[in-house]
């Protein structure tokens, strides 16, 4: 491919992220890829950056439209490569999210390993949600736990759910997304990343799809928005089994205490445990 189309936008950490979320839900638009970069000289305010590629002008332009970006032309570059260009790898505890391009940078002795290409807008590890679970699941796997049946609940691009394959060989593994293109995402990044036997996706909003009736698991991990965290907080206890713990993340630091309210009325005992970036990190335990 020659040339493809960039939308871009400058704004806050969260309007940013809400305006990456918007596209990747866009029919009629659908991005090669959707990443946000935080600028490397801050402003008073507009520090983020959302830059969506599309592979016409006018798949732009309909994006413009719900996002007031600003389209160019990105001539002569492969787009994966100009998308990868911006993402460093990432360590957290054992993990090391990694693009193709940083393959060759992965640390003598990494044990886990996760190669994530960006596209669409499922994530790529670089966001501090994604990171601080990995940080607390790696915690707890060196604590001693080790769960025999775990559910990425909303998974994304798959990453924690490849990060519990490759950490916790021969469990049972759920991944479910509202989107059906995250399955796609999830399914090919399991593949890539030797570990698509493990794990079982499939499309679901909440706990609605029948592969979910009836199951219970030793981990979940909620890595959504605030709002649907809350609202998802009873069904999330009742599929958690007794000594079970939940990592919940996508939540503002300022919203932490009120989720953490709500899982706690739910049954849960509930520790906050890491902020990154803005973003608080929560483990939830069922007694």
Not at 45 to 65: G, M, S
Not at 123 to 133: I, N, P, Q, V, Y
Not at 240 to 265: C, D
Not at 281 to 287: N, R
């Amino acid at each position: 491919m020659t040339q493809v189309w960039k939308l871009s936008l400058d704004g806050e950490e969260t309007d940013i992220y809400e305006a990456a979320e918007t596209l990747g839900f866009l029919d009629d638009s659908e991005a090669l890829a959707i990443t946000v970069f935080e600028k490397e000289v801050k402003t008073a305010a507009l520090n983020f950056v959302l830059e969506a590629l599309y592979e016409t002008e006018a798949e732009a332009k309909t994006a413009q439209a719900i996002i007031p970006g600003i389209i160019s032309a990105v001539e002569d570059q492969d787009w994966v490569t100009l998308t990868q260009s911006g993402l460093p790898p990432v360590a957290a505890g054992r993990f090391f999210v990694h693009g193709s391009h940083d393959k060759d940078t992965i640390p003598s002795g990494t044990e886990y390993p996760i190669l994530i290409d960006a596209g669409m807008a499922f994530g790529t590890g670089h966001h501090g949600t994604t990171k601080g679970c990995l940080v607390i699941f790696d915690n707890l796997l060196l604590d001693g736990n080790a769960p025999s049946s775990v559910l990425d609940l909303g998974c994304g691009a798959g990453i924690l759910a490849i990060a519990a394959a490759k950490a916790l060989p021969n469990i049972d593994i759920y991944a479910s997304d509202i989107d059906p293109d995250a399955i796609e995402v999830t399914e090919a990044n399991a593949k890539i990343n030797a570990v698509g036997d493990s794990i079982s996706a499939f499309q679901a909003d909440g706990f609605s799809s029948a592969n979910l009736k009836g199951q219970s698991f030793d981990l979940i991990f909620a890595n959504i928005l605030a709002g649907p965290l809350m609202g998802l907080a009873p069904e999330i206890f009742q599929a958690t089994k007794p000594k079970g713990r939940v990592i919940l993340s996508g939540i503002l630091a300022e919203q932490a205490e009120t989720v953490a309210t709500t899982f706690s009325k739910a049954g849960f005992q509930v520790t906050p445990k890491i902020t990154l970036e803005g973003w608080t990190s929560l483990l939830a335990f069922k007694p």
